[in-house]
């Protein structure tokens, strides 16, 4: 008898533990469920062969003596070598076309060593995530992209006498902290297209972000967005929202996100291109048999928290559909989102300024969280999945 084929397009932070709790926990107990009448092969379809911890995107872009690259990327296959072939199959390709109706995925190898192939799926999960403008933040495809901007950032930094960044995010802001603390002689521009800098914290927080850039150096401006760009040799000028213009050695944009779902089907997305989840609690996506989690889903605020837990409810939620009947007094964990202000922001490696489940936090937590490593611990956990050994 064929197996039941679980299909995860994504192989970040949400692919990568969802397919480590269902091959530990919820696969084991589907086939003890059905007395092993049926079989479950989980395949996990990833565009990169690494992953990027894109958390410490600040950081890594600053300078390669920080955060080194070989930290910063994660051979994802050596956290799925000890599973058995039966059970678990890692491709590592970009998904280009989806058919709802014969529930087929079409694949191309992103590294260009083999042609387009169809994965089959009965059940689906959608973690592909959301990708920037830049490849300084994600890793668009190949990794490779992402680390030969890297390095030209590495080498282009030193010699820079104006920086110009874009986005009063926490990306621009964190940047333009790590920088200005490491090339304290750069002119330094943050460009805020609103009014404050960290609009989904409070202004006072915002507010406090801004002085300490001051205090670094930084110039904010607010109310003012980046229309076009032009590169003329090493420099760039920027054609700004106020009709003025800048022409700077560096410009960075940490402006804005889009979901990676362009292969899906317009039905299942919402205006803005994110996955439709029917039920926020659930996660199950916009048919039977689809489920979503992480930056593509609808439901999802941006936020690391909006990832690592869900996965445990989303989990229990495939186990419940996929039982049915034998799925016994179990029933599935609903998942309840961190709604509350809840963002920590480096500003340099000394602290910085956040808040946490409604409380801000003062700097020492900012350092002890985040600051002082940008959790670069995290990342071989993720690969490994040692957040998820236990159910």
Same mark, same amino acid.
């Given at each position: 008898?064929?197996?039941?084929?679980?299909?995860?397009?994504?192989?970040?932070?949400?692919?990568?533990?969802?397919?480590?709790?269902?091959?530990?926990?919820?696969?084991?107990?589907?086939?003890?469920?059905?007395?092993?009448?049926?079989?479950?092969?989980?395949?996990?379809?990833?565009?990169?062969?690494?992953?990027?911890?894109?958390?410490?995107?600040?950081?890594?872009?600053?300078?390669?003596?920080?955060?080194?690259?070989?930290?910063?990327?994660?051979?994802?296959?050596?956290?799925? #070598?000890?599973?058995?072939?039966?059970?678990?199959?890692?491709?590592?390709?970009?998904?280009?076309?989806?058919?709802?109706?014969?529930?087929?995925?079409?694949?191309?190898?992103?590294?260009?060593?083999?042609?387009?192939?169809?994965? #089959?799926?009965?059940?689906?999960?959608?973690?592909?995530?959301?990708?920037?403008?830049?490849?300084?933040?994600?890793?668009?495809?190949?990794?490779? #992209?992402?680390?030969?901007? %890297? #390095?030209?950032?590495?080498?282009?930094?030193?010699?820079?006498?104006?920086?110009?960044?874009?986005?009063?995010?926490?990306?621009?802001?964190?940047?333009?902290?790590?920088?200005?603390?490491?090339?304290?002689?750069?002119?330094?521009?943050?460009?805020?297209?609103?009014?404050?800098? %960290?609009?989904?914290?409070?202004?006072?927080?915002?507010?406090?972000?801004?002085?300490? %850039?001051?205090?670094?150096?930084?110039?904010?401006?607010?109310?003012?967005?980046?229309?076009?760009?032009?590169?003329?040799?090493?420099?760039?000028?920027?054609?700004?929202?106020?009709?003025?213009?800048?022409?700077?050695?560096?410009?960075?944009?940490?402006?804005?996100?889009?979901?990676?779902?362009?292969?899906?089907?317009?039905?299942?997305?919402?205006?803005?291109?994110?996955?439709?989840?029917?039920?926020?609690?659930?996660?199950?996506?916009?048919?039977?048999?689809?489920?979503?989690?992480?930056?593509?889903?609808?439901?999802?605020?941006?936020?690391?928290?909006?990832?690592?837990?869900?996965?445990?409810?989303?989990?229990?939620?495939?186990?419940?559909?996929?039982?049915?009947?034998?799925?016994?007094?179990?029933?599935?964990?609903?998942?309840?989102?961190?709604?509350?202000?809840?963002?920590?922001?480096?500003?340099?490696?000394?602290?910085?300024?956040?808040?946490?489940?409604?409380?801000?936090?003062?700097?020492?937590?900012?350092?002890?969280?985040?600051?002082?490593?940008?959790?670069?611990?995290?990342?071989?956990?993720?690969?490994?999945?040692?957040?998820?050994?236990?159910?």
């Amino acid at each position: 008898m064929a197996p039941h084929d679980i299909v995860i397009i994504g192989g970040s932070y949400a692919g990568l533990g969802t397919a480590h709790y269902l091959l530990r926990h919820t696969i084991p107990a589907l086939e003890k469920a059905n007395q092993n009448a049926i079989k479950y092969k989980l395949t996990l379809i990833s565009a990169t062969s690494h992953l990027y911890h894109k958390v410490g995107a600040p950081r890594i872009l600053a300078s390669p003596d920080l955060i080194p690259l070989s930290k910063a990327f994660r051979p994802i296959a050596d956290g799925f #070598k000890n599973y058995d072939t039966d059970h678990f199959e890692l491709v590592i390709a970009e998904a280009q076309s989806l058919d709802e109706r014969t529930k087929t995925i079409v694949v191309s190898d992103t590294y260009g060593s083999s042609m387009p192939r169809q994965v #089959k799926y009965s059940t689906l999960i959608l973690a592909t995530g959301a990708s920037s403008d830049s490849p300084l933040w994600s890793t668009p495809g190949s990794h490779e #992209k992402t680390i030969t901007a %890297l #390095k030209e950032m590495h080498s282009a930094l030193p010699k820079a006498k104006t920086i110009l960044i874009a986005g009063g995010g926490p990306a621009g802001t964190e940047t333009s902290g790590e920088l200005a603390t490491l090339f304290p002689q750069a002119d330094i521009t943050l460009l805020s297209g609103a009014d404050r800098l %960290l609009t989904r914290l409070r202004p006072a927080i915002g507010a406090a972000a801004e002085s300490k %850039l001051s205090l670094l150096g930084v110039r904010t401006t607010h109310n003012v967005r980046v229309n076009s760009t032009s590169s003329t040799g090493s420099q760039t000028t920027i054609q700004l929202s106020d009709g003025t213009s800048r022409t700077v050695d560096i410009y960075i944009t940490a402006t804005g996100i889009r979901p990676n779902s362009a292969f899906l089907p317009r039905n299942w997305l919402t205006e803005k291109g994110y996955v439709i989840t029917r039920d926020n609690t659930s996660l199950r996506g916009p048919v039977d048999g689809v489920y979503a989690l992480g930056d593509v889903a609808g439901y999802s605020l941006g936020g690391f928290l909006d990832i690592i837990e869900a996965v445990r409810p989303l989990c229990s939620t495939i186990f419940v559909d996929l039982a049915g009947p034998n799925a016994g007094k179990h029933k599935a964990q609903a998942f309840k989102q961190t709604v509350t202000e809840t963002q920590i922001v480096p500003i340099g490696p000394k602290g910085g300024v956040g808040a946490a489940y409604g409380w801000r936090v003062p700097n020492f937590v900012v350092w002890m969280f985040k600051s002082r490593d940008y959790m670069i611990g995290v990342s071989p956990e993720v690969v490994s999945g040692k957040q998820f050994v236990k159910a």
